[in-house]
Every structure is written in C-alpha cells, then in structure tokens.
C-alpha cells in the first residue's frame, strides 16, 4: 500500500464451525474463528491490538472485544451489510500502514440458520420505514424484490437471459463439490435453476443464496510480524471502497453496481490490470450480483456478463477465471454478513492451501493474484480488495 510507510499482510485466516451449528451462540462462533486464525497465524492474542467487528451486541464491537479477552487500542465497527469485511479490511491496512494498530482482527459470527429454525427471529421484509427508506416501505420492497427488479433491468437493457444468470448458480454448485465444508455440493444443472419455486421474479430458489450458521476471522499485521508468523503472507495491495445509495430511487443505474468505483480504486492502487488477477471471490447473493460485479470489477464489458460467463469460465476445474471457488453464499455458506468468507477463501487459494478446490495457473503453479470483492445492502455499497503472494 503507499498510504502509509509499512506493508500489511494477512497472517491468519480461518472459519468457524459452519453450516447447521444448532449448538453455538454467535459468541461462540466469534471466539472459535479468532482462536483458529490466530493459530493460523501462530501468533496468541497479546499480538493484537486492534479489532474489528459488526453485527453483533449493543456496543459493537466492545462487546465482542471484551468476550474474546481483547482490550484494543484500535477498533472499527464499520456497518455496510455484506460489504462490510472488505471496507474493514481496507481500514485496518491503512491504520497498520501508518502505525497506528499493529496486527487487527477481523472476525465474525451468526446463528442466522439455526435462530430462524428455533423460532427466534424470523425472515426480514423491511429494513426499517424510518429516514429515506419510508418512501419506499409502503410498496413492500424486500430485499430480494429490489436484486430481481434490477436483474430485471440487465434483462432488459442488455438482452441477458435466465440461462445465463442461471449458469452462475451451476458453476458455484460445481465449485462447492470440491469443497467438504460446503452445505451443498449435489450438481445442479440450468434446468434445475429454472423449473425451481418463484421467489421474486426472475429468481427462482437456486439464485438465491443459502442460509447457514458459521463465522470467519482474518489477521492483518505489519510486515514486521510476518517473519514470526507460522504461515507465508498474504500481501494487501489496494483496497477500495465505495456508497452508492440506500433507496431504489437515488440509485442512477440498476445495471451498474458500486463495485465499478471499489474495484477501479483497488486496482489502481495496487498497480494491477484485471486481466492479471488469477482468481476471483464475488459476494453473490443472488446470481445476478455475481455478473454484474465480473462486469464492474472490468472482467467483461458492460451487458457483456451473461455471455462471458459461458462455458465453464468460472469453475475452479478449467475455468479462465475461477470465481467464488469454495461455492461461496449460493452453495457454501450464508450466515448474514458474509464478505470475512470471501477474504479467507482468496488467502487460502493464495497459499496453495484449498485441497481439492485448488486453483492453479496454467503453467501448474500457484496463483499469484486474487480479488475480493463485497457488496452490502441491494447494491448499496462496495468494498474491493486486491491480494498477492
């Protein structure tokens, strides 16, 4: 990073139990992905003095920071939906770059799955009817029906199909069968996307994400830690971030998501084309999220998604670009927030660590550059960024 006079580095990474965890408190999950990220990293927690944290308790994240046995010096709480682990992620190097923290946590946890299944909280329709978003509650907008009508609009303008957004959907589920923490890894073919239960037109039920329990955790530090660290670095080498709008009427293009600006911020700053990128996590949930954001991140033209990701393009197995290669939000995991996810899966791929999953380059050796790329609320906000070996 050129913000500030030290390079950072992702150290440790790790998951919580994920899936169906019928046993756990978020707490819980929160605490067994800092402790694994930790080891990860081969670093204990007298090493961290910053944390970052969102979603959880009144005081986040002073609450999550007390119940880990942490006293920080350096704290975010940053709160953009998905998005919000990389625009964290992005905070946290520019702070250690310029030696205001050290090494900052980064962690995450939700029973979302299992609190819907005991009855204690039940689907959300509306985000509040308060502030700009009372314009919009009385049309009963859910989150979903704002992603399809936008879908809607690609559709549209650009000539998009069902088919090809439903091809995301396969890709993923391909992905996930390489992956032994996915919640499912049974094949799915474009038939089997389409013919599915309606849930806001165009998506039927396999464009929309999945939903778990699980929690993540990422360790940054200064270059200085990494030779006592137990694992090889993972650089960071841009980061971008970007607020678009919250209400469906402020929103200047539906075909056009903030990850246009995140993304061109991200690669700039780290000096790097997209075309040089090896691999690619997208927050996806919904299969429409994923192609506009290959197409805003510069991986195809502008209407060009649909076309681009024919033809196995996105499999970890023979894709040009492996995209969401653990099966990501559609097959993997969901349990709410989950940009931390997308952070993991590109460090772990970047070390060579993903097992049967692992991406290699053509030439059979690692991969050297990947991107992740968050998106919050419906396309609201977007948090872009760039790794490297």
């Given at each position: 990073?050129?913000?500030?006079?030290?390079?950072?580095?992702?150290?440790?990474?790790?998951?919580?139990?994920?899936?169906?965890?019928?046993?756990?408190?978020?707490?819980?999950?929160?605490?067994?992905?800092?402790?694994?990220?930790?080891?990860?990293?081969?670093?204990?927690?007298?090493?961290?003095?910053?944390?970052?944290?969102?979603?959880?308790?009144?005081?986040?994240?002073?609450?999550?920071?007390?119940?880990?046995?942490?006293?920080?010096?350096?704290?975010?709480?940053?709160?953009?939906?998905?998005?919000?682990?990389?625009?964290?992620?992005?905070?946290?190097?520019?702070?250690?770059?310029?030696?205001?923290?050290?090494?900052?946590?980064?962690?995450?946890?939700?029973?979302?799955?299992?609190?819907?299944?005991?009855?204690?909280?039940?689907?959300?329709?509306?985000?509040?009817?308060?502030?700009?978003?009372?314009?919009?509650?009385?049309?009963?907008?859910?989150?979903?029906?704002?992603?399809?009508?936008?879908?809607?609009?690609?559709?549209h303008e650009h000539?998009?199909?069902?088919?090809?957004?439903?091809?995301?959907?396969?890709?993923?589920?391909?992905?996930?069968?390489?992956?032994?923490?996915?919640?499912?890894?049974?094949?799915?073919?474009?038939?089997?996307?389409?013919?599915?239960?309606?849930?806001a037109d165009p998506?039927?039920?396999?464009?929309?994400?999945?939903?778990?329990?699980?929690?993540?955790?990422?360790?940054?530090?200064?270059?200085?830690?990494?030779?006592?660290?137990?694992?090889?670095?993972?650089?960071?080498?841009?980061?971008?971030?970007?607020?678009?709008?919250?209400?469906?009427?402020?929103?200047?293009?539906?075909?056009?998501?903030?990850?246009?600006?995140?993304?061109?911020?991200?690669?700039?700053?780290?000096?790097?084309?997209?075309?040089?990128?090896?691999?690619?996590?997208?927050?996806?949930?919904?299969?429409?999220?994923?192609?506009?954001?290959?197409?805003?991140?510069?991986?195809?033209?502008?209407?060009?998604?649909?076309?681009?990701?024919?033809?196995?393009?996105?499999?970890?197995?023979?894709?040009?670009?492996?995209?969401?290669?653990?099966?990501?939000?559609?097959?993997?995991?969901?349990?709410?927030?989950?940009?931390?996810?997308?952070?993991?899966?590109?460090?772990?791929?970047?070390?060579?660590?993903?097992?049967?999953?692992?991406?290699?380059?053509?030439?059979?050796?690692?991969?050297?550059?990947?991107?992740?790329?968050?998106?919050?609320?419906?396309?609201?906000?977007?948090?872009?960024?760039?790794?490297g070996r």
């Amino acid at each position: 990073m050129t913000t500030g006079s030290r390079k950072v580095a992702v150290v440790g990474v790790s998951l919580s139990d994920c899936g169906r965890v019928d046993d756990a408190t978020p707490y819980t999950l929160h605490a067994q992905a800092a402790r694994r990220a930790l080891a990860d990293a081969g670093l204990d927690r007298t090493h961290v003095d910053g944390l970052a944290s969102a979603g959880l308790g009144t005081l986040a994240p002073a609450e999550v920071a007390e119940y880990l046995g942490l006293r920080p010096t350096w704290v975010d709480s940053t709160s953009v939906g998905g998005s919000t682990w990389e625009v964290m992620a992005a905070h946290a190097t520019d702070a250690i770059a310029a030696g205001h923290a050290n090494a900052v946590l980064l962690v995450y946890g939700s029973t979302a799955r299992a609190d819907i299944k005991a009855g204690r909280r039940t689907g959300t329709l509306s985000f509040g009817n308060r502030g700009p978003l009372q314009f919009e509650a009385p049309y009963g907008h859910t989150l979903i029906a704002k992603y399809a009508m936008a879908a809607r609009r690609h559709m549209h303008e650009h000539g998009t199909t069902l088919e090809q957004l439903a091809q995301v959907a396969v890709q993923a589920r391909a992905n996930a069968a390489l992956n032994p923490g996915a919640m499912f890894r049974s094949p799915i073919t474009v038939d089997d996307v389409l013919s599915g239960p309606m849930i806001a037109d165009p998506f039927t039920k396999l464009h929309c994400c999945i939903r778990s329990d699980g929690g993540a955790a990422v360790l940054l530090a200064a270059e200085e830690y990494v030779r006592d660290c137990r694992t090889a670095p993972v650089w960071v080498l841009g980061t971008g971030e970007h607020v678009s709008h919250t209400t469906m009427s402020e929103w200047p293009d539906l075909t056009v998501s903030p990850a246009a600006v995140s993304g061109r911020l991200a690669f700039e700053r780290a000096g790097v084309q997209p075309q040089e990128i090896d691999l690619a996590e997208i927050y996806d949930t919904f299969t429409y999220m994923t192609l506009v954001t290959l197409e805003d991140l510069g991986f195809s033209g502008k209407g060009e998604g649909g076309a681009f990701m024919g033809k196995g393009r996105l499999l970890v197995r023979g894709g040009e670009l492996p995209v969401n290669t653990d099966g990501e939000g559609l097959s993997a995991q969901h349990p709410g927030m989950r940009g931390l996810f997308l952070l993991v899966e590109a460090v772990r791929q970047l070390r060579g660590e993903a097992g049967e999953r692992q991406v290699h380059r053509p030439d059979g050796s690692l991969p050297q550059l990947a991107v992740a790329s968050g998106t919050g609320g419906w396309f609201c906000s977007s948090g872009t960024v760039v790794l490297g070996r």
